[in-house]
């Protein structure tokens, strides 16, 4: 009562508990608001990566053993009707990691304790053509024009150098006992997680695979979802009882950002909450601190004083606890976030900007909520305020 009579004057020891709870929640808000800002940083860092390979148009689907036998009428069925642009007839699509990885290779030079895991896939023809990785020496594996390419193969530039060859095209290297004869390097592609260095890979020719998935690069006219019906009508024309299972290679890519998406919603989430509280509480300090000084800010303003002078008087001691919120928070914000990005092969970098944008919008958030009610104050009738009770 004698707080809303304004007779009663706090000392600073009173005050003093709010300020550093003030303080408190401002850090919590600027490490969240920095940690939003970090991670979104980070997806769109790797989503602008260069994946190596064409997701556009391309779909995946499956072949099983009731399906396998008819794989050649289904590939040349989809050429000779337009729907495709290039098919190419795999052991995997080029997001599935199952059954991927090798580490029983062999060539000449290698060291025979020195255990190496390769990705790998299997391919007929045209494989480099439907998925789009570029060839940056020899050729693709085609054994329509070649009957040997049925154990020829292709190896990323990682895999080269990986194996120290100085011109790979004609080396020979085994798979278990199965030889396999280089006839082209790709340029280096994203298999795996865009946030990882790429593996050495190598891709075979179907002599010991079996070819389990048909890549599809679908015709520029047309709707989408239309050229994906045909395709599914010409599977089911040769396959009337078989499953057609596919995928979207695009949208299978994109899903490797779930995770960080759903920490940036998490995160976002308890970010608008820690500075909704923040706010609570500025706004309740200065209310109280209008109300205790509200006499004195009455006769300020019978003394001539503006009320730009008013809100200034109300609000410098707000923004010097917001101020001192961004010091302590900047600092450990970048440590959190740091140790985050750590586990990370691909990684962005923490600009100094960004603390500087992240303790703007902190003082705009407090100028916005300190603001309202000292500009009520500042414009009150100063003759209802100091008036005799």
Not at 237 to 265: A, C, L, W
């Amino acid at each position: 009562m004698k707080v809303l009579k304004g007779s009663f004057e706090g000392g600073k020891g009173l005050i003093a508990p709010r300020k550093i709870l003030i303080i408190t929640q401002f850090i919590f808000a600027i490490i969240l608001i920095t940690s939003t800002l970090v991670i979104q940083r980070q997806i769109n860092y790797a989503k602008k990566r260069d994946i190596g390979y064409d997701k556009s148009r391309l779909i995946s689907f499956q072949i099983s053993d009731n399906t396998r036998l008819t794989k050649e009428l289904v590939h040349r069925e989809l050429l000779e009707t337009g729907v495709a642009e290039s098919v190419s007839i795999n052991f995997a699509s080029m997001f599935e990691s199952e059954s991927k990885f090798t580490d029983h290779l062999r060539w000449d030079g290698k060291d025979p304790g020195n255990q190496i895991i390769f990705e790998r896939n299997y391919a007929e023809a045209d494989w480099a053509k439907t998925t789009g990785v570029k060839i940056i020496q020899g050729r693709d594996i085609d054994i329509y024009t070649y009957p040997t390419d049925s154990s020829a193969m292709l190896l990323n530039e990682t895999a080269v150098k990986v194996m120290g060859f100085a011109d790979p095209i004609g080396e020979i290297i085994y798979e278990w006992n199965t030889p396999y004869h280089v006839v082209g390097v790709v340029k280096d592609f994203i298999l795996e997680s865009p946030y990882d260095p790429v593996r050495p890979m190598i891709i075979g020719g179907p002599a010991n695979s079996w070819l389990n998935n048909i890549n599809v690069k679908m015709n520029t006219y047309g709707n989408f979802a239309e050229n994906l019906e045909r395709i599914e009508e010409i599977f089911r024309k040769f396959n009337p009882t078989g499953v057609f299972h596919y995928h979207i290679v695009e949208d299978m890519y994109n899903q490797r950002f779930n995770k960080e998406q759903r920490i940036v919603s998490l995160i976002s989430w308890f970010t608008a909450f820690a500075v909704f509280i923040s706010c609570l509480g500025l706004f309740a300090l200065v209310a109280y601190m209008a109300e205790s000084r509200k006499k004195e800010i009455g006769i300020r303003k019978v003394m001539g004083a503006s009320v730009t002078s008013v809100i200034y008087l109300l609000s410098k001691e707000f923004f010097i606890l917001v101020i001192f919120s961004i010091i302590i928070a900047s600092p450990i914000a970048w440590w959190i976030m740091d140790k985050w990005l750590t586990n990370f092969a691909y990684r962005t970098n923490i600009p100094w900007w960004l603390f500087f944008l992240v303790g703007g919008m902190s003082l705009g958030i407090a100028l916005l909520t300190v603001g309202f009610q000292a500009l009520k104050v500042a414009t009150a009738n100063p003759v209802k305020v100091i008036k005799s009770e």
